[in-house]
C-alpha cells in the first residue's frame, strides 16, 4: 500500500474502497464499512448495521437429469479374454467373451446413440495381448425423472484392424491376414469421428494417432508426436530415455467443430518439464496428417493430477476433465474445466474455468437410487477414472467412466464398478447468501486430515466461502500449508527412516519443541510425505485417510480457490494464516514476501480479490499493511500476547490489543480482527455460554470486521450445555453455538465443520 493510502488513525478510506469493489463483485463480506467512510473515530458501528437476511443470488446448479448403467460383468462375443488380468473384486480372468472394462471416449452418433471406445483393456502390453481394441454402438435407455430403464444397450461394433499392413513393428496378430489389433498394441484412450464417418484416435504407448475407416481398417501408419516418446513406444531407441512417463500419452482429444484440427493433451507432464504439472496441447491438421507445431499449456490443480478427456465446444474453447487417482470417499479431483486457446494468464498457462464438479451433482429426482456410494443427493461419480465429457447438441453434458475392470470399486468395496453414463443440465438456480462468511478452517478439517487439498475441496462443496491455509517454509523457501512448521503430528514423517536424522529440538517463538520441522525439508522431501490427522482419537473417521494425500503448496491452495465457485455462485476466497513470522525471518525465510508472491503469480493481490490475511503477529501485518491491498485480520488469542511484542520487550498482551484503545491502534493496519471465541463470549466457571463481551460493538466502531474461531463439533470443544452424551468425541449442538454467536454480532466465523456451520446460518442446504 502506498503512503497515500495510510490515513490517520486507521484504513479506513481503504477499507472503503475495498468494500464498494467486494460488494459490487459478490465477493463475502469480509470488509462492510459504507462505501462514505473517511477515516476518524466514528461513533456509530459500520458492521452492527449488516442486514442478517440471507441474499438471494444466482448460480449455476449441475443436476443430474439421466443416468445408465452398462453391468461391470458385461461381455462381448469374441475370444476369451483377460487371462493375465490382475485378479481383483472377486474376479479372476480369463474370461468367456471380450470385457468391456469401461469407456475411455465417447462420440455422439446423433440418433441417440453413441460411439463408444474402452482402451486397452487390462492396463499394460503385458496383460491385454487377448482384449480386442473395438469402438462399441451403443444405445442408452435412460433413466429419468420420467423412468426408464437406466440400462446400456450394445448394438455392435467396430474391430480395429490393419490388414494393409500400415503398421510397420510387430504386433500380436500380426500374421494373420485382418490383423486385429489388440491391447498389447495399443492403448487406445480418446476418439474424434471425422465429417466422412472415420475415426481419429489418440493412444498411449507411442503415444500416436490413429486414423482409422467406419469399419476399423487402419488408413495410415500410427503418426507419432514430435520429438516424444513413452517407454512403451515401440520407436524408443535403447538407451534413449523417454520424454513422458508410461501411460501418459493422449489419453484427452478434442477435434474442432469443422473438422480440420485436432487437440491431443498429454495425460502427464514430460519427465523434464521443471514444471509437473503442466499437460500440453497440441495442433494436428487433419487435412495435411500433421502437427502444426503450435502448443498451449495447461496447468493441472496438483503434480498427480491428470487430464481424463476434452471436447471442443468451438473452434477455440475446449471442455477439460481433470482428475486424480483416488476413488470413493478419498476422491478430491474429478472436475471438466473450460479453456480458451486464445486467453493464457500471466505464467502462460490457459484460464481454467469451472464448468462441472463430478463429486457435487444435483440429483433432485433420486436417479441412480441405492448404486452404492455417492448416489444419493447430491450425486457424485467418485470412480478412479473420469474419463469422458460430451457436450450433447442441446447443451447438456455426457460423463462416462472406465472401470479399470475388474479393478475398481468405488461405489461398493469388493464389488467391480459398473459403467456409467449420466447426463448433466448445468441449471441456473437462485440461491440464499447468509451475511456471515464461513471459513474452512484448515478445509473440512473435522472430516479430512486438516491443510490437504482433499480437506480444502470438501470445505469447498460442503459451501464454505473461505478456505484457510496456515502457510510455512520449506528449506528451499517454498511456502506449504501446514498448522504448524513442527510436522510430527500432522504427516507420517516419524515413520520415515530415510529422514530419521532430521529429528531435532528447536525453540519456537520462546517454547522449546522437538520434532521434525519444514524449514529442514527441502520441498521434494516433503512431497515424499503424506498427510494423517492430528486429532485420530476425537476423528477416527478422518484418521481412515491418513496416508493418502500430499502436503500442499501455497501456490496449489491458491488455484484451487480461484478455480472453484461457492455455492453462491461466487469465487471461493482464500484465508491465509503467516505462522511464526518472527522465528522464520530469523532463520532467513521470511514468509511475507512469498506470500505476496504467491498472491501477485495468481493475479490475487489486488484489493477485490477474495483474500485475506492474518497473523497473530503485528509487525508483520503492519509490514504488509504498506506493501498490499488485500485485506488483513489482527488474530488474538485467548491468552498471551504476539511473539513479535515479546521478543522486542514490549509488555502489551493479546488483552490489550482487545481494548477500545488497542483495537483503535489495530485499526491502523488491519481490517478486521480474527478473535478466540472466549474474547466474545467467554464461558461460565462450569463450562456455559455466559453473556457476550462489548469487544464485537467496540471493534465495529473501529470499523473492524470480526470472526471468530474455531468452531468444531465435537463434545470436547463445546460449551458444557451444548455436549450430547459423555464422549468427548461425541456430536453436540455445533449449530446452535453458531447461533450464539451470530446473535452476538460476529461476522464470520473459522470451523472445521463448514456444512454444520452453513446449516446453523440457513443460507444454504
Known amino acids: 500500500m502506498t503512503s497515500s493510502r495510510m490515513r490517520t488513525p486507521g484504513r479506513a478510506g481503504r477499507r472503503a474502497a475495498t468494500v464498494a469493489v467486494l460488494t459490487t463483485a459478490l465477493v463475502s463480506t469480509l470488509v462492510s464499512a459504507p462505501a462514505h467512510a473517511t477515516g476518524g473515530d466514528h461513533d456509530e458501528p459500520a458492521l452492527g448495521d449488516r442486514d442478517p437476511r440471507p441474499a438471494v443470488t444466482w448460480t449455476t446448479e449441475p443436476t443430474l437429469v439421466a443416468h445408465a448403467t452398462l453391468p461391470a460383468d458385461h461381455l462381448e462375443p469374441g475370444p476369451p479374454s483377460g487371462a493375465q488380468a490382475t485378479p481383483a473384486n472377486g474376479r479372476r480372468g480369463p474370461f468367456a467373451g471380450q470385457v468391456i472394462p469401461g469407456f475411455s471416449a465417447v462420440v455422439d452418433a446423433g440418433d441417440g446413440s453413441f460411439w463408444a471406445q474402452p482402451d486397452n483393456g487390462f492396463g499394460s502390453k503385458a496383460n491385454s495381448a487377448d482384449f480386442l481394441l473395438r469402438i462399441y454402438r451403443i444405445t442408452p435407455r435412460w433413466e429419468t425423472a420420467r423412468g426408464g430403464a437406466g440400462d446400456v444397450r450394445v448394438d455392435g461394433f467396430v474391430q480395429l484392424r490393419d490388414p494393409d499392413r500400415r503398421i510397420d513393428f510387430p504386433i500380436v496378430n500380426g500374421d494373420t491376414a485382418q490383423r486385429y489389433l489388440t491391447g498389447a498394441d495399443f492403448d487406445i484412450e480418446s476418439l474424434v469421428q471425422a465429417r466422412d464417418g472415420s475415426f481419429w484416435i489418440g493412444e498411449e504407448f507411442g503415444p500416436f494417432l490413429l486414423h482409422v475407416d467406419r469399419t476399423g481398417r487402419l488408413l495410415s501408419a500410427p503418426v507419432p508426436m514430435p520429438g516424444v516418446r513413452s517407454p512403451q513406444s515401440p520407436d524408443l531407441e535403447p538407451g534413449e530415455t523417454p520424454r513422458l512417463p508410461a501411460s501418459r500419452g493422449f489419453e484427452a482429444m478434442a477435434g474442432s467443430p469443422d473438422g480440420r484440427y485436432l487437440y491431443p493433451v498429454t495425460e502427464g507432464a514430460f519427465v523434464d518439464d521443471p514444471l509437473q504439472r503442466r499437460r500440453t496441447v497440441a495442433q494436428f491438421d487433419t487435412q495435411r496428417g500433421r502437427y502444426t507445431g503450435r502448443t498451449w499449456s495447461y496447468e493441472t490443480d496438483r503434480d498427480a493430477n491428470v487430464v481424463g478427456d476434452a471436447f471442443a465446444t468451438s473452434a477455440h474453447e475446449l471442455l477439460v476433465v481433470e482428475r486424480d487417482d483416488f476413488e470413493g470417499a478419498a476422491a478430491v479431483t474429478k472436475r471438466v474445466y473450460r479453456v480458451d486457446l486464445r486467453r493464457a494468464e500471466r505464467d502462460g498457462f490457459l484460464a481454467k474455468e469451472l464448468v462441472l464438479d463430478a463429486l457435487d451433482v444435483a440429483n433432485p429426482h433420486g436417479l441412480d437410487a441405492d448404486g452404492g456410494y455417492g448416489t444419493g443427493d447430491p450425486w457424485s461419480l467418485p470412480v478412479q477414472s473420469f474419463e469422458t465429457v460430451v457436450q450433447l447438441r442441446d447443451g447438456r453434458l455426457l460423463i462416462a467412466n472406465d472401470n479399470n475392470y475388474p479393478g ?103 517454547r522449546s519443541v522437538t520434532g521434525w520441522f519444514t524449514e529442514d525439508l527441502t520441498l521434494a522431501e516433503l512431497r515424499s510425505l503424506r498427510a494423517v490427522e492430528r486429532l485420530p482419537q476425537l476423528r477416527p473417521g478422518s484418521a481412515a485417510f491418513d496416508g493418502r494425500y500430499e502436503v500442499p503448496t501455497l501456490d496449489e491452495v491458491l488455484d484451487l480457490a480461484r478455480r472453484s465457485v461457492s455455492c453462491a455462485g461466487r469465487q471461493v476466497g482464500v484465508y491465509p494464516e503467516t505462522k511464526h513470522p518472527t522465528y522464520f525471518a530469523s532463520i532467513g525465510l521470511p514468509l511475507e514476501g512469498r506470500l505476496l508472491s504467491a498472491l501477485r503469480a495468481a493475479g490475487l493481490d489486488r484489493p477485490d480479490a477474495p483474500v485475506v490475511v492474518q497473523s497473530f503477529e503485528t509487525g508483520n501485518l503492519r509490514w504488509l499493511s504498506r506493501r498490499t491491498q488485500v485485506p488483513l485480520v489482527q488474530l488474538v488469542d485467548c491468552s498471551g500476547a504476539p511473539y513479535d511484542l515479546v521478543a522486542a520487550g514490549d509488555p502489551r498482551t493479546y488483552a490489550d490489543l482487545v481494548t477500545r484503545t488497542g483495537l483503535r ?33 467496540d471493534a465495529h466502531r473501529e470499523h473492524l470486521t470480526v470472526h471468530a474461531w474455531t468452531f468444531r463439533r465435537e463434545n470436547t470443544f463445546l460449551p458444557t450445555d451444548l455436549r450430547r452424551g459423555d464422549d468427548p468425541a461425541g456430536t453436540g449442538d455445533l449449530a446452535a453455538e453458531v447461533r450464539a454467536f451470530v446473535g452476538a454480532g460476529v461476522d464470520g466465523l473459522f470451523s472445521d465443520n463448514p456444512d454444520v456451520a452453513v446449516a446453523a446460518l440457513g443460507a444454504r442446504p
Not at 676 to 685: A, N
Open 408 to 510: 475398481n470399486a468405488a461405489r461398493r468395496p469388493g464389488t467391480p464398478d459398473d459403467t456409467e453414463l449420466a447426463i448433466v443440465e448445468l441449471r441456473r438456480e437462485r440461491v440464499r447468501s447468509h451475511p456471515v462468511t464461513v471459513i474452512g478452517h484448515r478445509g473440512a478439517s473435522g472430516y479430512r486430515p486438516e491443510h490437504t487439498l482433499a480437506s480444502y475441496e470438501l470445505a469447498i462443496r460442503q459451501c464454505a466461502d473461505y478456505i484457510e491455509p496456515d502457510v510455512v517454509a520449506t528449506k528451499d523457501g517454498v511456502l506449504v500449508a501446514r498448522h504448524e512448521n513442527e510436522i510430527s503430528g500432522t504427516t507420517d514423517v516419524a515413520l520415515r527412516p530415510e529422514l530419521a536424522d532430521r529429528r531435532t529440538t528447536k525453540v519456537i517463538d520462546g
Open 665 to 697: 491502534e489495530v485499526a491502523r493496519y488491519a481490517d478486521g480482527v480474527g478473535l478466540c471465541k472466549d474474547r466474545v463470549i467467554p464461558r461460565t466457571p462450569d463450562g456455559r455460554l455466559a453473556r457476550p463481551t462489548s469487544v464485537v460493538r
